[in-house]
């Protein structure tokens, strides 16, 4: 029952924390300091905080659903694609979105493969995750106090062109090389800073998120292998339904919340929270 309660609460932090450009990574290692899991095999932690990025996934496509989903089925839906034809089946438009993300999926999936067991075993640790959580939330007052005034040169998503989404791309390349960066944080980062809008940056961010959250949760399964024990299938279950269930929350607040406010906050919370991260474990290793 124990190890439940703490896969609910991983499922909690998770869900709150992978969508709001705070870095989940940063929120589990310090959750994972206090409430470690027992009676599980190693490495299953460091695989059961990316698979549970699946429940947070499904949100996006649940809320999402008709901004995502490429064919055209309904009678309504072909008779604006023209009506007759194969071509009534596609909605070009959704197809193009995708064909967009797929190129920003491009950086990060290279290097990501190619080093992932480096930047983890380089990377992954407390002091890492704490200047990640420093600088980019620097990062976020900095650029919310240049834009202010400026006029966003993207405003739709149709706007993005394939170089933006490349640059995009590129971008969340540091989330993929640095944990504590935040792969959403990185994304509306660099968006922001190339003149997309904030709601454009966020929701591009969210559809971004699903083949990369998917792949990484797909890397991690492999080579951490299929040999599951009930209790580590049981944990994966409750962390991912919880992730689902709190993320469909946070996504409807954060779209709320950026029409009418900037970032800057999560930026003094992320500066916070890494001289937290410093100060308990530099506490600790002294």
Request: charged share 15%; with cysteine.
């Amino acid at each position: 029952m124990l190890e439940i309660i703490k896969a609910i609460i991983y499922g909690i932090v998770e869900g709150i924390t992978e969508w709001l450009p705070i870095s989940s990574t940063g929120h589990l290692i310090l959750v994972e300091s206090f409430l470690p899991f027992e009676g599980t095999s190693e490495g299953f932690f460091s695989m059961f905080d990316v698979v549970i990025q699946l429940g947070a996934i499904l949100a996006v496509v649940v809320l999402f659903w008709k901004q995502i989903w490429p064919f055209a089925l309904t009678r309504r839906e072909r008779e604006k694609n023209g009506g007759t034809g194969i071509g009534a089946y596609f909605k070009k438009d959704i197809w193009i979105l995708w064909f967009k993300i797929l190129v920003s999926c491009v950086p990060a999936a290279v290097i990501g493969v190619m080093f992932d067991d480096v930047f983890d075993a380089l990377f992954y640790n407390p002091v890492s995750v704490a200047a990640a959580l420093i600088v980019f939330g620097i990062a976020f007052i900095f650029i919310e106090n240049w834009n202010r005034g400026r006029r966003c040169k993207i405003t739709a998503l149709s706007e993005i062109t394939y170089q933006t989404a490349l640059l995009i791309g590129a971008f969340q390349l540091i989330a993929a090389v640095f944990p504590g960066t935040s792969r959403s944080g990185a994304t509306i980062v660099g968006a922001l800073l190339i003149g997309v809008s904030r709601t454009v940056a966020a929701e591009y961010t969210f559809f971004l998120a699903i083949p990369v959250m998917f792949g990484a949760s797909l890397l991690k399964v492999v080579k951490f292998g299929f040999e599951f024990t009930s209790l580590e299938l049981l944990l994966l279950a409750i962390g991912t339904v919880v992730s689902f269930a709190v993320s469909l929350v946070v996504l409807r607040f954060l779209m709320g919340y950026i029409k009418k406010h900037d970032f800057k906050v999560f930026g003094w919370y992320r500066i916070a929270l890494g001289l937290v991260v410093l100060l308990y474990f530099g506490v600790l290793a002294a």
